[in-house]
């Protein structure tokens, strides 16, 4: 299933593309993040901000999906971050 240029420009990506754990550990400086956010405009807004300090973002768009891919990819995300409403 491809995804539009718009989302993958917002970081909606194919997550399977991605490896199973990373080669690099984290570091205050660099992590590799999931967020899930659902809203295209605070997603990039987050995705600038964190990626001006040097970490690595991925966003999915609901919890399910979030968990989903953490499942797949434990080893390679080193935080989790998503709002509970």
Known sequence: MGLSASADQLGY???????????????????????AEDDPVDSRIIRRRFEKIGHEVSFTTN???????????????????MDIQ
């Open 63 to 81: 919890s399910e999906e979030c968990f989903s891919t953490y499942g797949d990819k434990s080893g390679y995300f080193d935080i989790i971050l």
């Open 13 to 35: 990506q194919d997550h399977a593309a991605l490896p199973d754990k990373s080669a690099e550990p984290a570091t205050m400086n660099h992590m590799r993040i999931l967020f």
